[in-house]
């Protein structure tokens, strides 16, 4: 199927009632987990990659980078059956925003959270009748989450829940495409003190009041399988834990459609990587020791695809 503007997957999920994971991408393997796990699953797929990532595959150069992610995911997104979207997370300077709008990104966020709400509303205005122009969607967001954004930490106390009514007149005065209202959720793998709570009365007060594909950032679940496994072969994730899978469950009934996951596909590939070393020490071939990786990757997808209600939606 076609490379695919990220507006089109979201609005179906919306209007269907599901969820389609945004997974995060700093490489070629990653790449290659989450097309498999797609195809396999015959669901939507969203790949963004955070400012970092441009720069990183740029080696400094965020136009190369953007490009080279564009190149990477369009031959993949042109061959497969399964339709395919690439997206800009959380996009907080204006020449980043702008060459992934340039190279072709499906979609990218404006994330000027910490500013005031009237400040943030003209930023993102501004972005998106930019990227409207040349039929890019865009996502921006509303109150703060603790944790690490793309190595910015977020203290406690800057952290603020979203406030519906702001949300319905971001929306109707930006033209946004969709929207990641803060409800609780925090970045990174080592979320909560305690228990997992969202406040789902406010999501849903956010969905009736925008009526649009709303994103849950913050979302990854942390399985515990993937955690004994790496700390079996020597890592250390004490204290990291997630969203439960029946909150996350809940939150799309109450109207989430895009779930961003990073975290958990990071600690699965690290889980496989040391997995392989330690049990084939003379190996030195990145395409063997690869292998294990992305495959526990690609079944930590699929997994999240069956949770989110997108396997089979294509």
Known sequence: MPYV??????????????????????????????IDAGIEENAPIIIETSEGAIKYAGNGDIRRGA???????????????????????????FNIIMEAIKAGYSSVMIDASEYPFEKNLEETKKIVEIAHSVGVSVEAELGRLVGIEDNVVVAEHEAVLVDPNEAKEFVENTGVDFLAPAIGTSHGAFKFKGEAKLDFDRLKKVKELTGIPLVLHGASSVPED??????????????????????????????????????????????????????????????????????????VIKARMRLLGCSNKA
């Open 5 to 34: 503007n990220t507006k089109d997957i979201l609005e179906k999920a919306s209007k269907e009632g599901y969820a389609v994971p945004a997974l995060n991408i700093n490489n070629l393997e990653f790449l290659h987990a989450i």
């Open 226 to 299: 993937i955690v004994k496994l790496a700390e079996s072969y020597g890592a250390n994730f004490k204290g990291a834990k997630g969203v439960p899978s029946d909150i996350l469950k809940k939150a799309v009934k109450f109207g989430i459609n895009k779930v961003n996951t990073d975290t958990d596909l990071r600690m699965a590939y690290v889980a496989g990587l040391r997995e392989f070393l330690t049990n084939n020490p003379g190996e030195f071939d990145p395409r063997k020791y690869f292998k294990t990786a992305k495959e526990y990757v690609k079944e």
């Open 67 to 93: 490009q080279l992610f564009v190149s990477m995911v369009r031959a993949f997104a042109n061959t497969v059956p399964v339709p395919v979207a690439l997206h800009l997370d959380h996009g907080k300077h």
